[in-house]
């Protein structure tokens, strides 16, 4: 089970984006689909997907959030016109932030914001060993030249994990003056990495909840742990999630979740989403005994 797992929360399309991203990568396959009932959004779909073998999450809850520029789904590519093909598609109903061209730092690049709003960015490397799928974090607004501190931060909150490569802007170099990584390289434990970036104009748009990550707890001393070192903002604790000091947004589960919804009869789901939804942390112990009715 990969310990970290980007969450996408949708209006309704969910399963249909899903569906949509599979078709498009190799070694990507649609894992689960399950409904939730009884939410403050009614009863939602949720689909669990691999993407060149990263797992994926996704919800349909309405339209409460929005896809910002401040995270997007970097894909390296072993061509030109993998990035070609994959734009074409991807492309379809989106729009350009950077177009299809060659940049200094790759001969074919790409970001683009898709049909649903999620930001990716494509890109030619010749490089051996990287990644085909990372997460992006661009710190923006208020968060503009914290990069930094937030590479050290979550190096000490993810016990293992390391700070690869980084480049920083050269005076005078971004416009925005606070600006100071363009470019770093975060491993976590489990082989998962991330990139992270200053804007370097500044930006327009921060975290939120359309674009958080889940972390699998193998028990309740972890999500304790987790939620301990992560949790910034009271007032966003609500069934399982935080929001850390820059408003980055985190589920803090158990890795047994998904079995508390999957292969369980309509009354039993009901229950544990009730169960569910008047939490703050998530409390193991007390969903497996609304599970087994005890």
């Given at each position: 089970m990969q310990k970290i797992v980007p969450h996408l929360w949708y209006d309704k399309e969910a399963v249909e984006a899903a569906k949509w991203y599979v078709s498009l990568f190799e070694n990507s396959k649609i894992e689960w689909i399950s409904k939730l009932y009884d939410t403050p959004s009614g009863d939602v779909d949720t689909v669990a997907f691999s993407l060149a073998g990263m797992e994926f999450?996704?919800?349909?809850?309405?339209?409460?959030?929005?896809?910002?520029?401040?995270?997007?789904?970097?894909?390296?590519?072993?061509?030109?016109?993998?990035?070609?093909?994959?734009?074409?598609?991807?492309?379809?109903?989106?729009?350009?932030?950077?177009?299809?061209?060659?940049?200094?730092?790759?001969?074919?690049?790409?970001?683009?914001?898709?049909?649903?709003?999620?930001?990716?960015q494509l890109y030619f490397t010749e490089a051996e060993n990287v990644p085909k799928i990372r997460p992006c974090l661009l710190f923006s607004l208020d968060n503009c030249g914290k990069a930094?501190?937030?590479?050290?931060?979550?190096?000490?909150?993810?016990?293992?994990?390391?700070?690869?490569?980084?480049?920083?802007?050269?005076?005078?170099?971004?416009?925005?003056?606070?600006?100071?990584?363009?470019?770093?390289?975060?491993?976590?434990?489990?082989?998962?990495?991330?990139?992270?970036?200053?804007?370097?104009?500044g930006g327009?748009?921060?975290?939120?909840?359309?674009?958080?990550?889940?972390?699998?707890?193998?028990?309740?001393?972890?999500?304790?742990?987790?939620?301990?070192?992560?949790?910034?903002?009271?007032?966003?604790?609500?069934?399982?999630?935080?929001?850390?000091?820059?408003?980055?947004?985190?589920?803090?589960?158990?890795?047994?979740?998904?079995?508390f919804y999957k292969d369980v009869d309509e009354e039993t789901s009901r229950r544990v989403t009730q169960t569910f939804l008047k939490m703050k942390k998530i409390v193991i112990s007390d969903l497996e005994a609304v599970r087994d009715n005890r």
């Open positions: 999450q996704a919800i349909s809850a309405g339209s409460y959030f929005e896809f910002t520029p401040a995270i997007s789904i970097m894909v390296s590519c072993s061509s030109e016109s993998e990035v070609n093909k994959l734009y074409a598609e991807l492309s379809k109903g989106g729009s350009d932030l950077m177009p299809l061209g060659e940049y200094p730092f790759s001969k074919r690049y790409a970001w683009l914001s898709d049909r649903y709003g999620l930001n990716w930094d501190e937030g590479l050290l931060f979550y190096q000490e909150v993810f016990h293992g994990s390391e700070i690869g490569f980084v480049s920083r802007y050269e005076t005078g170099q971004a416009p925005d003056d606070r600006a100071i990584i363009n470019y770093a390289e975060f491993l976590f434990k489990s082989g998962m990495a991330f990139v992270v970036m200053d804007h370097g104009a327009e748009s921060s975290f939120n909840e359309a674009f958080s990550f889940m972390i699998n707890c193998s028990d309740q001393s972890e999500i304790d742990y987790y939620w301990k070192m992560l949790s910034d903002v009271p007032e966003a604790e609500q069934c399982g999630w935080v929001k850390d000091k820059f408003g980055l947004s985190w589920q803090i589960v158990p890795e047994t979740m998904a079995a």
